[in-house]
């Protein structure tokens, strides 16, 4: 059983996400607030699994909040569910501990199967997301591409640059024609080499090193 927390100050979209987790028979709400002053105390509580964020709350940013429950130690998923797809906000949640970022356009079913996906392992995020972390990278238009060395086998930045264009693992393994365990096996040995957790940090590391810069 997954256990979920919500921070959301919008009524509307708290009960669709509360009813969202409810519905389903692998995961339960076991805590909700709607700013920063009471999502500090349920954090300081902890229960829960998964924690869904918003970051635009009437007394302050979610981002502090995220960065709250990344120092418990704990072994929560942290779960973006914004409006923002400004690439700053996107780059501070990934560095105080977001696992995952998405927009809030986004179906309710797909919402929910992240939840499961990012507690499998996963970093869901959505795919204007990583095109704004890809937008990083970006050359200058007069000037050549600054390219480092990459430590990563060829296969691997295969996989690190599908994952970067929103692909989950099935779909890698799809697209290069392997199991979905070579994939698994593949992100295992992206993420220790970029020495990182989730796929946003891994996007963000290998977006600070140019090596999406190649190809």
């Known amino acids: 059983m997954i256990r979920v927390a ?8 708290q009960d669709v996400l509360a009813n969202g987790v409810d519905a389903c028979d692998d995961m339960i709400v076991k805590g909700m607030a709607d700013n920063v002053a009471e999502a500090t105390g349920m954090i300081e509580a902890g229960g829960y699994d998964v924690l869904l964020c918003d970051l635009g709350l009437p007394d302050g940013n979610g981002t502090t909040l995220i960065r709250q429950e990344a120092l418990t130690g704990r072994d929560t998923d942290i779960l973006v569910i914004t409006i923002f797809a400004n690439q700053n906000k996107v780059l501070d949640a990934i560095r105080a501990g977001a696992r995952g970022y998405l927009l809030k356009d986004e179906r309710i079913e797909d919402m929910i199967e992240a939840i499961r996906n990012i507690r499998r392992g996963g ?25 480092m060395a990459s430590p990563l086998s060829e296969r691997e930045y295969e996989v690190l640059n599908l994952l970067s264009r929103g692909f989950s693992n099935a779909e890698c393994a799809e697209v290069l024609t392997v199991s979905a365990n ?18 946003a940090e891994a996007l963000f590391e290998a977006s600070s090193q140019g090596l999406l810069a190649r190809g």
């Open 6 to 13: 919500i921070i959301e100050d919008d009524p509307v979209m």
């Open 123 to 147: 970093s869901p995020i959505s795919p204007i997301i990583a095109r704004q972390l890809l937008g990083q990278i970006r050359p200058e238009p007069s000037a050549p591409p600054v390219l």
């Open 182 to 199: 070579t994939i698994g096996t593949h992100v295992k040995n992206i993420y220790r080499k970029l020495e990182v957790n989730s796929r």
